[in-house]
């Protein structure tokens, strides 16, 4: 049985632990009413979203050298405040605005659920986020994690393969006793090529009321789960 | 003030934040005593910390590639075994006994100190130990950290600066804001050469009743704690 073979488990953040639509809003919202600003604050969210794939691609395929998420949302951000006419903005209000990304807020399963797995399974994220923004995020949202894993220890980006196997590695197990968790089915498929199990957790809302994420499944997952606390259930803790 | 700098604490772990010594002769003695071995187990937890350092010093000097400490341990485990005539042992109890340094009491403030700190401060271990083993002690101790950082991610043993460095790059801080908490004054002299701050608490217990450590604090440390709940209280928190 697959679930007694799994001893971690490891998980994407932005979008399966953390609502980054929901939290980047609410707080452009508040830092623009301090200000005086007003801006469509959801399609800045998701422009801003939208920057770090270009930019992460350019770090895979070698036309950047290695750079940490947190360095490339303040690049998006410097284009996006442009694009937006938000160009009287100080460095510290910047360097505050990219702080946002450390204070998602967790779906309200999530921390509940990591609870429940932590008595079983070592957790840890297993993020394109850095080190110390999964950390401050952590902090920020209660998340209980056992260790920071991700990206940035392999200076390698999901969905390359270095990327799960570094986290694989410092966990001194074999890739079939991790088990990837993510609500993104690409991120899944790109795990499991790597050996790895699979738990998919859909969160329909990431992207908004506007937009309707793949909803079928691939059959291959290991798992499919409706949220932390049910993937707990039927990890049998 | 240099307490309103610190940003991070990062501690050493082996006989700072926890007792290895005390620990690995109980987790030897319970082991012997289920298997009818007898032997001088506080001779073999001495012998088997004293094998660790010339392993380590080949990978510092690179006569030996990158090893983490969970291999260092079971080539000593082996070389000591020899010593001691315990030579009819399977693999998995040799196996079984490697993870004994993964199962190692904190000393009675440590849990509650950390607590303390992580409501300011980002708290991690900086040891010589993995990551696998440093995470697997915090479950086993209830440490709560905040992030697992060490020499492993550096792929450089303490004391070289690469590996303090590393911690303060992962953190995206200065120097001057990472706090190293230590009971060994060489280990907070190293980190001050390469720019952190100093926190020294002693553990005069460390290798037992019978060795006496240095007293005297070197007077360049930035703090001095009898425990870190003291440490806390000095720090403001």
Known sequence: MVSTQIQACIFDVFGTVVDWRGSIIHHCWEFGKARGITADWAAFADGWRAKYRPYMDKVRQGDLPWTNLDRLHRMGLEELLAEFGLTSLSEADKAEMNLFWHRLYPWSDSVPGLYRLKQRFII?????????????MGKFGGMPWDCILGAELARHYKPDPESYLTAVELLMLRPDQVLMVAAHQPDLRSAQKAGLRAAFVPRPMEFGPNRT???????????????????ARQLGV
């Open 213 to 231: 994420p793949d909803p079928t499944p691939d059959p291959k997952f290991d798992f499919v789960a409706t949220n932390f606390v049910d993937l």
């Open 124 to 136: 840890a994220p297993m993020s394109n986020g850095n080190v110390k923004l999964m950390t401050d």
